[in-house]
C-alpha cells in the first residue's frame, strides 16, 4: 500500500524566516510526486510535479527537491500571504495517464507578519 | 487556462436522501476522478473514471456511490442514500487539476 508522511504537522514561522517541509513516502514504482497548496475550503492548488531523484522546481519563493524516498518543499523568505496547508501527494504504479494520487495529511504553514 | 468547475459548492441534505454532485472536467485529459476530504482528515480518492467506465475504486467507494457521465462535458458523483458520516468536501479532478469542491453536509 502507497504511504505519504508530512512533517511537521505544523508550522509557524516569521515573515522572512526560511524553512522546509518534509514528505516522504513509500510506494510500489513511483511516477510522479506532486506539491499542492489548499486553502481552507477550498480544492488543492497545483504547484509542482517531480519525476525523478535529483529533479528540483522552483516557482516564486518555494523551491521542490526529491530524493528516492522523500521531498522537500524550500520556503525561502515567506510572506503571510503564504499560508496555507502544502499537500505532497503521489502517483504511483499505474500505467498511462492515470493520474490517482495518495495524499499525504499535509503541513499547516502559518507565516506571521 | 481551463479549469475544473463543480456544482454546487455547498449541498444540504437529509440523511437518506439521494444527492448528484456535478463536475466539469477538463474536456481534452481522458481520466477523471472523485476525491474526497473529510474535516481535518486527508484528501481520499473515491474513483477514476476512463472511457465512460471505472477504472479504479477504493474501499469508501461502496453500492451507494455511482459515476456517469452523462454527456459530453459533465461528470456526476451520486450518493444513493446518505449517511451522516458522507459529510466531506467533493473534489473533481483530471490529471493533477481539481476543481473548487462541493461541501456536503448530512443532516
Known amino acids: 500500500e502507497d504511504q505519504v508522511t508530512q512533517s511537521p504537522e505544523a508550522l509557524r514561522l516569521q515573515e522572512g524566516e526560511s524553512s522546509s517541509l518534509n514528505c516522504s513516502y513509500t510506494?510500489?514504482?513511483?511516477?510522479?510526486l506532486f506539491w499542492y497548496r489548499q486553502d481552507p475550503g477550498k480544492g488543492p492548488e497545483f504547484l509542482f510535479t517531480?519525476?525523478?531523484a535529483g529533479e528540483e522546481k522552483e516557482k516564486e519563493r518555494l523551491k521542490a527537491t526529491l530524493t528516492k524516498k522523500e521531498s522537500f518543499l524550500h520556503i525561502t523568505a515567506p510572506k503571510p500571504e503564504d499560508s496555507a496547508t502544502y499537500l505532497c501527494?503521489?502517483?504511483?504504479?499505474?500505467?498511462?495517464?492515470?493520474?490517482?494520487?495518495?495524499f499525504g495529511k499535509g503541513t499547516l504553514l502559518t507565516v506571521n507578519p | 487556462e481551463p479549469e475544473v468547475t463543480q456544482t454546487p459548492s455547498h449541498q444540504v441534505t437529509q440523511m437518506g436522501q439521494e444527492v448528484i454532485l456535478r463536475c466539469v472536467p477538463i474536456?481534452?485529459?481522458?481520466?477523471f476522478y472523485w476525491y474526497r476530504q473529510i474535516l481535518g482528515q486527508k484528501v481520499e480518492f473515491l474513483v477514476s473514471?476512463?472511457?465512460?467506465?471505472?477504472?479504479?475504486k477504493s474501499e469508501i467507494f461502496d453500492d451507494q456511490f455511482s459515476v456517469e457521465r452523462p454527456d459530453g462535458s459533465n461528470f456526476t458523483l451520486k450518493i444513493r442514500s446518505t449517511k451522516l458520516e458522507d459529510s466531506a468536501m467533493y473534489f473533481c479532478?483530471?490529471?493533477?487539476?481539481f476543481g473548487p469542491g462541493t461541501r456536503l453536509t448530512v443532516t
Open positions: 474536456s481534452n485529459h481522458l481520466y
Open positions: 501527494a503521489v502517483q504511483a504504479g499505474q500505467g498511462g495517464s492515470n493520474y490517482k494520487l495518495t
Open positions: 510506494v510500489s514504482g513511483l511516477r510522479g
Open positions: 479532478a483530471s490529471r493533477a487539476s
Open positions: 473514471f476512463y472511457n465512460n467506465e471505472i477504472s479504479e
Open positions: 517531480l519525476y525523478s
